[in-house]
């Protein structure tokens, strides 16, 4: 299995432009969540799907921060417009839930965004 | 929701010594504590977890232990390497159970 693929890898932009993330989880894998990381807050679940279905987006910052979950095998996080304060690494993970519980989490590689 | 508190926020220590990293949390129906490094650059990875029905759990050099009335759990590396050197991350499921909270994480350094 090649884990779960984050795309792209590096994403530099100017303040304003639409930012698009992707993310392919571990198949089999039925929960998808979205983290950001940076020094001072450390890791923010920003949103999280149980299949398929966004279960809870309580951690989205602001109405400028959109996700989907089209499919098993996709999900995207979009940031329209974007300001230099999103810049962080967006990490993507998925899990397998049974019976209500999340457990053994796996990462992607991670998304490093710089918004000029 | 759940609130997990990581100490210390960086630790250094000579190769071959011990490090202990620990973790508190508050909400006494978080039920999985799972602990991740990660090196610079890379992705979170998980190297050890314990359930709240087991008191401790080793692998190899890593050891975790559990206190459910105290609510804290400890990290133990024995015999620390250089390639140990990472920033360490504990978390916990709250009773949401789909929730994983991670602490600020801690800065390893093992010197040789």
């Known amino acids: 299995d090649a884990g779960v693929i984050q795309s792209p890898r590096h994403e530099v932009t100017e303040m304003g432009q639409e930012v698009t993330l992707r993310c392919k989880p571990i198949s089999g894998h039925n929960s998808l969540f979205w983290y950001r990381q940076t020094m001072m807050r450390g890791l923010e679940l920003l949103i999280y799907?149980?299949?398929?279905?966004?279960?809870?987006d309580s951690g989205m910052p602001e109405d400028r921060f959109s996700a989907k979950m089209p499919n098993a095998s996709f999900s995207t996080l979009k940031i329209q417009p974007s300001e230099p304060r999103d810049s962080a690494v967006y990490f993507c993970?998925?899990?397998?839930?049974?019976?209500?519980?999340?457990?053994?989490?796996?990462f992607g590689s991670g998304t490093q965004l710089s918004v000029l | 929701g759940e609130n997990v508190e990581q100490h210390p926020s960086t630790l250094s220590v000579q190769e071959g010594d011990s490090a202990v990293i620990k973790c508190t949390y508050s909400d006494s129906a978080s039920n999985y504590f799972p602990w991740y490094k990660q090196e610079l650059g890379k992705r979170p990875q998980l190297i050890i977890d314990i359930r709240s029905n087991v008191g401790e759990k080793k692998d190899q050099r890593i050891a975790v232990t559990l206190n459910k009335t105290a609510k804290h759990f400890s990290l133990h590396i024995t015999e620390t390497q250089p390639e140990d050197s990472a920033v360490y991350f504990c978390?916990?499921?709250?009773?949401?159970?789909?929730?994983?909270?991670f602490g600020k994480g801690t800065l390893l350094t093992v010197n040789p």
């Open positions: 978390a916990a499921i709250g009773g949401s159970n789909y929730k994983l909270t």
């Open positions: 799907f149980n299949n398929n279905v966004p279960i809870d």
């Open positions: 993970a998925s899990s397998f839930t049974f019976e209500g519980t999340n457990e053994k989490l796996f």
